[in-house]
């Protein structure tokens, strides 16, 4: 029988943060990280990151932002 092991879930966390983000489980090798406001402009950039590693937003504004890591795309809220 063939087994199909389902790729884990990316997640952003603490989510409401204040400061800092982190991301887990996401995709091994290259991975280009982009966060956008959600208006749509683009407010940060990353080529390297690593899991867990920690992303510092302190100098967003409070609102919702949308973070891309490669296609895929989850939601965060800065408080």
Excluded: W
Aim: charged share 20%.
């Amino acid at each position: 029988n063939d087994l199909q092991v389902e790729p884990k879930t990316m997640i952003v966390f603490p989510n409401p943060t204040k400061e800092f983000i982190s991301l887990k489980n996401i995709p091994d090798g290259d991975v280009k990280i982009v966060i956008f406001s959600i208006s749509g402009s683009q407010m940060l950039t990353f080529q390297h990151y690593t899991n867990n590693e920690m992303i510092d937003i302190s100098h967003l504004i409070r609102g919702i932002y949308i973070i891309k890591v490669n296609n895929q795309a989850l939601k965060f809220t800065k408080i």
